[in-house]
């Protein structure tokens, strides 16, 4: 028996992944791709492997599953035409990937007869090839119709994944948490590269510099607990050396020193929340970082 068959309108990133996973696989069969570009739905066709790229709509047939990898922002405007176009059969399942927004952007593909669902990948997908084997062991949060959770299932088996549901109406705070684990790691890491560079040390070993530290921290907080994973001057309840490193950062880093301040009282909550904090010491810090520059 032949697999279903897939369509996917916006095949980037996450969806293009997707789409070659499920095709090596044998769970779904890739029909059609259409992406904004006639170009990019042919690369996205080469990497999945299968699948006509087309460079309108009407161009596609049907297929038991429809896959919306577009921006968040066009989800909507994607479903409305698609449930216009007539493509969709009763029980069809659409679903879209935003970590954000619900199944009730489909809403106009549920009321042509669709079945639909979110389903989002917490996976960073920056890179498509890499993501073929790393994306293996990750949550896949899912809501929306129980017939299109059901019909996810085996999908995020074949990914590897895990599939965890999740009340839509949470989705946009969960997606904050995502922001700040994925999207605010790598802005972190930024300041961190812009800080060692400022002291002199070559790019060509700020990588492995920070590795280390960095993945160790990481590491230490998702198995011990951010309490007991804090370390450094303020969970030390350091004042000399955090007035002494905000001073520098000022006069040297301004931008960065604004987040220092930022993360700076952030530590110093989850400090106090640790075994023997020195209450005083983190209320001087936290005075130091929250008081504007005079
Ligand atoms: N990237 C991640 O790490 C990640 C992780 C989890 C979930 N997601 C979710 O996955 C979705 C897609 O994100 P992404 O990062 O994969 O985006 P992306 O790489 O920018 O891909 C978006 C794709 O949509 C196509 N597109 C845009 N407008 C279109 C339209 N009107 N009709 C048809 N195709 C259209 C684009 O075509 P062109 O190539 O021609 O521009 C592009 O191929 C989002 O909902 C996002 O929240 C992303």
């Not at 590269?193 to 040390?201: F, K, M, N, W």
């Amino acid at each position: 028996m032949s697999a279903p068959g897939l369509n996917v309108i916006g095949c980037g990133r996450a969806a293009r992944t997707l789409a070659a996973i499920w095709q090596r696989t044998a769970v779904l069969e890739t029909i059609a791709i259409l992406n904004r570009s006639a170009a990019s739905a042919v690369a996205a066709a080469g990497f999945v492997g299968a699948g006509k790229a087309v460079s309108d709509l009407s161009q596609m047939a049907a297929a038991e599953f429809w896959m919306i990898g577009v921006g968040d922002d066009r989800i909507s405007g994607v479903a409305d035409a698609l449930a216009a176009s007539g493509l969709l059969r009763p029980g069809d399942i659409v679903f879209h990937l935003s970590g954000a927004h619900g199944s009730d952007k489909l809403a106009s593909c549920r009321d042509a007869g669709a079945r639909c669902a979110s389903l989002h990948p917490a996976h960073s997908f920056a890179d498509p090839g890499r993501s073929l084997s790393a994306i293996a062991g990750c949550r896949c949060v899912v809501e929306g119709d129980n017939t299109a959770i059901d019909a996810l299932r085996p999908l995020v088996m074949a990914l590897e994944a895990v599939l965890l549901e999740i009340d839509p109406a949470q989705k946009i705070v969960y997606h904050a948490g995502m922001v700040f684990a994925s999207n605010y790691v790598v802005a972190l890491l930024g300041d961190a590269l812009t800080a060692v560079g400022a002291a002199g040390i070559p790019e060509s070993e700020a990588a492995e510099l920070l590795r280390p530290l960095l993945l160790g921290s990481a590491a230490n907080a998702l198995e011990y607990g951010v309490e007991d994973a804090l370390t450094g001057p303020i969970a030390r309840g350091d004042t000399t050396l955090v007035a002494a490193q905000l001073d520098a950062l000022e006069r040297i880093l301004p931008g960065v020193a604004a987040r220092y301040r930022a993360l700076g009282l952030a530590a110093s909550a989850i400090a106090r929340r640790a075994d023997g904090a020195d209450l005083e010491a983190l209320a001087r810090i936290e005075a130091l970082l929250g008081r504007e520059r005079g």
